[in-house]
């Protein structure tokens, strides 16, 4: 008995090892196939390593900000902010009053609590003028200001109203009221009753401003029973007093900062900039597994700059189809910063690195403002470190895990590929 036990036992090894020695001869079963991709040669690698990281490149987004909620006038540092509005709500019966059969004209601006500079000691101050050109939303900053002058959309031979003083920054905010030139009204009445349009008014900053506010608009899409008005008393023609209120319709705001260090990656909303980060993930083979694909980048507190607001903690991250800023979004990701650093942490774009593994085995991704308020209500500029940066602490980082597939040649033998 002990005997045919103890060749049992033999006979047990002997097949292990034969087993053992023949296993990666087989092609495994229809069931454990795909277990085979994620398990076998598992390894890590960080960007210190491998460049993954190529260049960034900043870019200037200038985007449709009609109707989005918000006006800004003012100047502080390098930012300068404008603001245009179309009144509604203009009657088309009115061409008898002329300009001294008004009473009075007064443009109610209602201010935002959010405003960018010097909010404590600050001064602001406007000059309104009239708008003589179709705007649409195609015009820029740069239609509108040619080297800090005013372009022909503004007829700058009269100053139509004007203001000047400090926005107090509290829980309800207090309206401002501004004057408007009479003439510019009897004006309006004119070319409604011919059913002309008129092109509106701007809100031009004075160079001694040092400080932004921020001002209600219509939001497209919606009603907002805050947004600018102008209430015109006048008399009819029973020489009675009347009045008629225009509702701002169209209105929007032009802000323009200095250019971007091209060593950094600078996003920051309303003046719309944001970063392109470029990668080369030639270094994987074809149809390789990432388990895990981590980007760190770091903030430079000393470039970046915000207003009377916390600076953005979560960034928007695009992966999209080709180099181009207008290609199709493919995936979107979220850069988050990490609590008490100064560090913003991209979880996984794995899925971004396979898509450029089976393509160009190049790409890219674009940082932007995350949510509405940060895009297009408030202009907080965050600065991080490039991949030119010299201090490897303080540039990208990009870590992964991935795994490499097996391949069975002809004779079901397993390889690396």
């Not at 008129?198 to 031009?204: A, Q």
């Not at 990701?333 to 899925?351: C, L, M, W």
């Amino acid at each position: 008995m002990l005997k045919i036990k103890f060749s049992l036992k033999l006979n047990s090894l002997l097949i292990s090892l034969l087993f053992l020695l023949n296993y990666c001869n087989d092609l495994p079963t229809e069931l454990a196939f795909g277990l085979v991709y994620d398990t076998i040669n598992v390894y890590p690698i960080t960007s210190s390593e491998v460049n993954f990281l190529l260049f960034s490149k900043n870019q200037l987004f200038r985007q449709n900000r009609l109707n989005t909620g918000v006006l800004f006038c003012g100047k502080s540092q390098n930012i300068n902010a404008l603001s245009l509005i179309r009144f509604g709500d203009i009657p088309d019966t009115l061409a008898y009053v002329s300009s001294d059969r008004i009473i009075s004209a007064t443009l109610t601006l209602r201010p935002f609590r959010y405003a960018f500079g010097d909010t404590l000691n600050g001064t602001m101050g406007l000059r309104i003028y009239k708008v003589q050109k179709l705007w649409t939303i195609s015009v820029s900053w740069d239609s509108l200001i040619n080297n800090d002058i005013p372009t022909d959309y503004f007829d700058l031979s009269r100053v139509i109203g004007q203001w000047s003083g400090k926005i107090q920054l509290k829980d309800t905010m207090d309206a401002i009221s501004i004057d408007i030139d009479k003439n510019l009204i009897a004006e309006w009445f004119k070319l409604h009753s011919d059913s002309l349009p008129d092109f509106g008014i701007g809100l031009l900053p004075e160079n001694y401003s040092n400080v932004i506010y921020s001002f209600k608009e219509q939001v497209a899409g919606g009603i907002n029973d805050f947004r600018p008005i102008i209430k015109v008393v006048y008399k009819n023609k029973n020489d009675n007093n009347d009045s008629v209120t225009f509702k701002s319709a169209m209105g929007s705001a032009f802000i323009n900062d200095s250019k971007p260090d091209d060593n950094s990656l600078t996003i920051q909303g309303s003046v719309c900039y944001g970063s392109q980060l470029f990668f080369d993930v030639s270094f994987f083979p074809y149809l390789t597994s990432v388990h895990l694909a981590e980007l760190i980048l770091t903030l430079d507190p000393s470039r970046s700059y915000k207003g009377n607001v916390p600076l953005d903690s979560t960034l928007s991250v695009l992966l999209l189809s080709g180099d181009s800023v207008n290609s199709d979004t493919l995936r979107y990701y979220y850069a988050q910063r990490i609590s008490g650093t100064d560090k913003f942490k991209v979880s996984s774009i794995a899925s971004a690195i396979e898509t450029w593994n089976r393509g160009a085995k190049k790409g890219n991704l674009i940082f932007l403002p995350e949510g509405y308020v940060n895009e297009f209500q408030e202009f907080e500029r965050l600065v991080f470190y490039g991949p030119e940066e010299p201090d490897s602490a303080k540039k990208p980082r990009l870590r992964i895990i991935y795994s490499t597939r097996p391949h069975f040649d002809s004779s079901n033998n397993c390889k690396k590929k």
